[in-house]
């Protein structure tokens, strides 16, 4: 059995060998904001509504376990799967409809997000979010959370062949990024997620907003984390800053 201590290099090594760190990749929805309450809530009252489960709401355990980071084709064929795929998508696009006049008024930044989006910057790393929510959704949130400028793409899982937990949307950020996935990674909230990051050739920082830290380290999660506040990833990306340093300064004298 490994130690913590051991657990802790093994998850720095997983960063460390990223030197020259380049790029970001964000996921949406749990991972810059706390949104997964309101996607809960949404489902749970619309489920009732047309009678799924018997009219029992579902529970935030089944939410968890069926629902969150999921592509939305996927979500309504595994619940209605007695439905054509019209009818469960107009299901889907009314349950966003009622997430976003919720998220409206009720989106929060994760703990530290702004601080952590500012050492990017500084940085001079370039920056993706790539997300399986539709696209008014990602833009509501990015703009509410004032990342407008911030992002430099925006990729979304339903424009791309296949959504996550396929890594063709974290393959498709780094593209328009003109990044390599050597010196890259992600920050994600779920098992969907962390595996599309992790199946693209990354290292992912998994956000234990809600979902289980079992079950993100099982997704392959290098590093887990409460928030943007934590320790541990403070001291990683420290870790990654003189390689950054070194790779500017060596560009700034290319272009002398
Ligand atoms: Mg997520």
């Known amino acids: 059995?490994?130690?913590?201590?051991?657990?802790?290099?093994?998850?720095?090594?997983?960063?460390?060998?990223?030197?020259?760190?380049?790029?970001?990749?964000?996921d949406l929805d749990?991972?810059?904001?706390d949104s997964d309450p309101i996607h809960y809530y949404?489902?749970?009252e619309m489920l009732q509504e047309v009678g799924f489960n018997n009219g029992e709401p579902i529970t935030e355990e089944f939410f968890s376990e069926y629902i969150s980071g999921k592509h939305n084709p996927d979500i309504g064929n595994f619940l209605f799967p007695d439905w054509d795929h019209n009818?469960?998508?107009k299901f889907m696009d009314d349950k966003e409809a009622l997430f976003r006049s919720l998220a409206k008024d009720q989106l929060e930044p994760v703990n530290g997000l702004h601080k952590l989006c500012k050492w990017i910057e500084d940085q001079g790393?370039?920056?993706?979010?790539?997300?399986?929510?539709?696209?008014?959704?990602?833009?509501?949130?990015?703009?509410?959370l004032g990342l407008a400028d911030f992002f430099?793409?925006?990729?979304i899982g339903s424009e791309c062949e296949r959504a996550k937990p396929f890594p063709d949307p974290y393959l498709?950020?780094?593209?328009?990024?003109?990044?390599?996935?050597?010196?890259?990674?992600?920050?994600?909230?779920?098992?969907?997620g962390i595996r599309a990051g992790v199946a693209a050739g990354m290292p992912v920082v998994g956000l234990i907003t809600r979902n289980p830290e079992q079950v993100l380290k099982d997704a392959g999660g290098s590093l887990l984390i409460q928030d943007y506040e934590d320790l541990n990833l403070w001291n990683m990306l420290h870790e990654l800053e003189p390689s950054i340093a070194k790779k500017l300064d060596a560009s700034d004298g290319n272009k002398q």
């Open 30 to 33: 749990g991972t810059i904001c």
């Open 42 to 44: 949404a489902f749970r």
């Open 125 to 144: 790393l370039k920056r993706a979010a790539v997300t399986n929510a539709p696209r008014a959704n990602a833009e509501l949130m990015i703009s509410k």
């Open 87 to 89: 009818k469960y998508m």
């Open 172 to 192: 498709k950020g780094l593209e328009l990024l003109g990044a390599s996935p050597d010196h890259a990674f992600v920050f994600e909230d779920s098992a969907s």
């Open 152 to 155: 430099q793409f925006l990729v």
């Open 1 to 26: 059995m490994s130690t913590a201590i051991e657990c802790h290099a093994e998850s720095m090594e997983a960063f460390s060998k990223l030197a020259p760190v380049e790029a970001v990749l964000f």
